[in-house]
């Protein structure tokens, strides 16, 4: 069974520009969380998705967005970035919504110039 | 104020060396689970403990869940460079919007 796969696994942007991230989680998976994680903060929660609805919203501006697709498939969208939005982003999958369980992608490091 | 307080935030051993690594919570968790990140890739889940006193065995890894359901650790007994990488306790958090809190981890270096 594959894992969750997150695309691109690296990516560099100046200030400004926007990226959009993609993750697809192990098949049969329902429930897509994303996280943003930095040396000093650790794992930061940014948003859950299950059955193409955003279940729950952590503490991020409104430039950071998400969507989920009818085959369960995520993608994460940054606007005007800033130098702070450097980080690796991780998603991850859980079979359903409160399912606890969470299988980790190998995340997209992004870099902000 | 993090929710899981984890320590040391740093560790650098000798292989062969034993060593224990503690999460901490003023909160009470349901269960509490515990991830190994190799630098470059995502966490990976090694146990979770559910009720509190439980201990879990995994080779050399000794995880503990405090009787009071606020705190865990994880014991390492003969470390290897394997061991390497950020271990991450998380628990289900009922007063947040996610569905895992995580701690900001131990980054353990054992060296050959």
């Known amino acids: 069974k594959a894992g969750v796969t997150q695309t691109p696994r690296y990516l560099i942007k100046t200030r400004g520009q926007q990226v959009t991230l993609s993750c697809s989680p192990i098949?049969?998976?329902?429930?897509v969380s994303w996280y943003q994680q930095t040396p000093g903060q650790g794992l930061q929660f940014l948003f859950e998705?299950?059955?193409?609805?955003?279940?729950n919203k952590g503490n991020f501006p409104g430039r950071f967005s998400g969507r989920q697709f009818s085959n369960s498939r995520s993608e994460m969208n940054v606007s005007t970035l800033e130098l702070g939005d450097s980080a690796l982003y991780l998603c991850?999958?859980?079979?359903?919504?409160?399912?606890?369980?969470?299988?980790f992608g190998s995340g997209t490091q992004l870099s902000v110039l | 104020t993090q929710l899981l307080e984890q320590s040391p935030q740093f560790l650098s051993i000798q292989e062969g060396e034993n060593l224990t690594v503690y999460c901490n919570s003023s909160?009470?968790?349901?269960?509490l689970q515990w991830y190994r990140q190799e630098p470059g890739e995502g966490p990976v889940l090694l146990v979770t403990?559910?009720?509190?006193?439980e201990v879990k065995k995994l080779k050399r890894l000794t995880f503990q869940f405090g009787d009071a359901r606020k705190d865990s650790s994880l014991h390492i007994t003969a470390a290897q460079p394997g061991d390497t990488g950020l271990y991450l306790c998380?628990?289900?958090?009922?007063?947040?919007?996610?569905?895992?809190?995580f701690g900001k981890g131990t980054k353990l270096t054992v060296n050959p």
């Open positions: 909160s009470v968790f349901s269960s």
């Open positions: 998380a628990g289900p958090y009922q007063g947040g919007s996610e569905k895992l809190v």
């Open positions: 403990v559910v009720t509190g006193g």
């Open positions: 998705y299950f059955s193409e609805t955003q279940r």
């Open positions: 991850a999958s859980g079979l359903s919504a409160t399912n606890e369980k969470l299988f």
């Open positions: 098949s049969g998976h329902r429930s």
